[in-house]
Every structure is written in structure tokens, then in C-alpha cells.
């Protein structure tokens, strides 16, 4: 089942049909009155579109936009510019054996994360961070934490710098903290790190990234029964710009970017303390999305790309670093592992 909203409807009606956006609101409420009212308002929005001869998106065949992409989908083909690439691992769950890979793409409409299955992770040995691709054949899941994910198995196809094929720079709309609703998908925060977390380590299942739980020596899947685990990592950190502080999480590649390699804090962790001071107090340009934390309902940042910036924020910002009694309920707060499910988006 495609989920388009009322109002993705009605704008692509209205850039595709001619008529304005009151006569396909008034067309909408026709057809709900002749039926009754048993069908919803989606449900006309559907039918006006069919009598329209508007395609309100494609099943197969043709390229999709990123911000197009939605739950259900099958036979996806996508076009974008690889952002991020993680390595590929291999993976044993119950009986089953593979390989998992998964990378980033963007287009002008946004990002994605894709997974790629078995044999097709091969290909990812071909392309890199900044080369474009042309995904065939992909088809819609969500992640755990609702985010839509494309993913490859052996029907997939990926051509790498397809000739004559270009991708537009993703649009980040640069903001505050103070600014940023739920809705912000994809944003940029120019910010002082304020607070640097221990990392948390964890086993995650190859299949889900759930949590694994131990057992006995093995690790067990909740889902998927005991599985060779895949080993995670995440920092968090508490940002601040001067119009609100937020909390945001950095995972396992991403991480390790702005620390270094983190795998030698597990066995010692003493280490961190020097590693974390080239980032406790500076000002960086954080891209990623917004999400609401569904425990604390305060809105956390999902860090995609961190990059250090020499430069002065206003004052006021730096000097309140670590002072107070509300950042240090704030902090208690982030202290409460509640983040141990990973999306990238
Ligand atoms: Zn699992």
C-alpha cells in the first residue's frame, strides 16, 4: 500500500493537471458527497486523480525523485550521489549466511539510505562517497524506527556515473536550534558541542539491527534466534547555538569521524578523555535529521556529517558551557540509554 497524505495529493494534482488547487478541493468533495461518504478523502483524492489521467506515482518503470519514495513500493529506480558508504559484513542468522552492505544517496529532493543484499554488495566495491548511481529494481522497507529504507537483493541493478546523467545538490536548509519542529527531515545546525558522552558499545543482529541479548555466550535475536552479531557504537553529544540546546546522537562511522577509531575504547577507556577534547567546546557544522525522541519528547538530532568550523559564534554561547542547574538536569537526562536503536536517517 502507497501512503501518499491529503495534501501530496492535492500538489501533485495541481502541478499536474492545470487546475487550481480550490477546483481539485472542490472535485475532492464532489466525488466524497456522490459516494456518500464512504470512501475518505485520500480515497477521492485517488479517484480524481485516475479521471484526471494524473499518475500519482509510479509502480514501476521510470525514474523516482527521493522525496517521492514511499512505503510499498516495488521495482524503485532512483538516481543519486553516493553520501556515505559502510562496509560490507557478512552475517549468519539461524541458517541462513550473507552479506550486508548498505550506503546514502541524495538527490535534489533528499536522502536515502539503501541496503544491499548478497551479491549485489559486490558492486559497492565499484563506486565511492560522491560518485553517481543509478539504483534499478530496489523496493521500499522501514527501518525499525519508521524511516523508509531502499533496499537491493539479486534482481537489483546498479550502474555507476551513468553517461550523461547528472544529480543536483541536495537543498539543507540551514537553521536554530530553537527553530527546528519534527518535520525538519534534513537540516544543517552550526553549534558548540557543550557535552561529549561516553560511547555505549553494543551487539546488534545482522538481519533487524536490533539489539542482541547474550546469552550463555551467544547472542540472540529476539526475532531472529542466535546470530553472529554485528558491533555498533554511539556518541552522544549536547549541542548548543544559542537559541537551544539538543541532543544528538553519532553513529558508529560517523562517530568515529569525529573521534577516530573508537574499537580501542572498549578495551581502554581512559583513552577517550584525550580524544574527546578535540571536540568538547568546538563549533561545528552538523548535517542530519530531526527526530522526536518518543521517551523524552524533546526533538534529537540523527547526525549524518560533522565538520569542524574555526570560526566565533556569539559568546554568550561558549560561556555557558557546562554551568547551571538545568544543564545538568539535561545532562542526567542524555544519560539514560534510550538510544540503542540505530537509523542513519
Ligand atoms: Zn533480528
Known amino acids: 500500500m502507497i501512503n501518499l497524505t491529503i495534501e501530496e495529493i492535492i500538489s501533485k494534482l495541481v502541478s499536474n493537471s492545470g487546475l ?73 542468522s539461524g541458517a541462513r549466511h550473507g552479506k550486508v552492505g548498505s550506503f546514502t544517496i541524495e538527490d535534489e529532493t533528499g536522502a536515502i539510505r539503501l541496503t544491499a543484499w548478497n551479491d549485489i554488495t559486490h558492486k559497492m566495491q565499484e563506486f565511492n562517497v560522491g560518485d553517481i548511481v543509478k539504483i534499478k529494481s530496489s523496493y521500499v522497507r522501514l527501518n525499525n524506527n519508521g524511516f523508509r529504507e531502499l533496499h537491493l537483493n539479486d534482481k537489483s541493478n546498479i550502474s555507476i556515473n551513468p553517461p550523461g546523467v547528472d544529480v543536483g545538490e541536495r537543498k539543507t536548509e540551514s537553521k536554530k536550534i530553537g527553530e527546528l519542529s519534527e518535520n525538519d527531515n534534513f537540516v544543517e545546525l552550526l553549534c558548540h558541542v557543550v557535552n561529549v558522552f561516553d560511547p555505549a558499545f553494543f551487539e546488534q543482529c545482522p538481519t533487524c539491527k536490533k539489539r542482541v541479548s547474550q546469552d550463555m555466550g551467544k547472542y540472540v535475536c529476539g526475532e531472529h534466534g542466535e546470530v553472529e552479531p554485528l558491533y555498533s557504537h554511539v556518541v552522544n553529544l549536547l549541542l548548543d547555538d544559542g537559541s537551544g540546546t539538543m541532543r544528538a546522537s553519532c553513529w558508529r562511522e560517523v562517530a568515529d569521524s569525529l573521534f577516530g577509531s573508537l574499537e580501542v575504547i572498549q578495551t581502554a577507556p581512559d583513552m577517550f578523555d584525550s580524544m574527546k577534547n578535540e571536540v568538547l567546546g ?49 545532562k542526567q537526562a542524555v544519560q539514560e540509554e534510550d538510544v540503542l536503536e540505530e537509523n542513519v536517517f
Not at 456522490?34 to 477521492?44: Q, T, V, W
Not at 479521471?51 to 529506480?77: C, H, P, T, Y
Open 282 to 330: 568546538s563549533i561545528f557544522r552538523f548535517r542530519g535529521t530531526v527526530k522526536k525522541n518518543s521517551m523524552t519528547g524533546n526533538l534529537e538530532l540523527n547526525v549524518r556529517e560533522a565538520k569542524k568550523e574555526h570560526i566565533n559564534l556569539s559568546s554568550d554561547v561558549s560561556s555557558e558551557r557546562d554551568t547551571g542547574e538545568s544543564r545538568n538536569e539535561e
Open 20 to 92: 487550481t488547487e480550490a477546483e481539485i478541493k472542490t472535485k475532492i468533495q464532489q466525488k466524497m458527497e456522490s459516494l456518500s461518504g464512504l470512501i475518505s478523502e485520500g480515497g477521492a483524492g485517488h479517484i480524481v486523480a485516475n479521471e484526471l489521467g494524473v499518475q500519482l506515482f509510479q509502480i514501476s518503470g521510470g525514474i523516482v525523485k527521493v522525496k517521492d519514495i514511499r512505503d510499498g513500493m516495488r521495482n524503485v529506480d532512483v538516481i543519486g550521489r553516493v553520501s556515505n558508504k559502510f562496509d560490507v559484513r557478512e552475517f549468519t
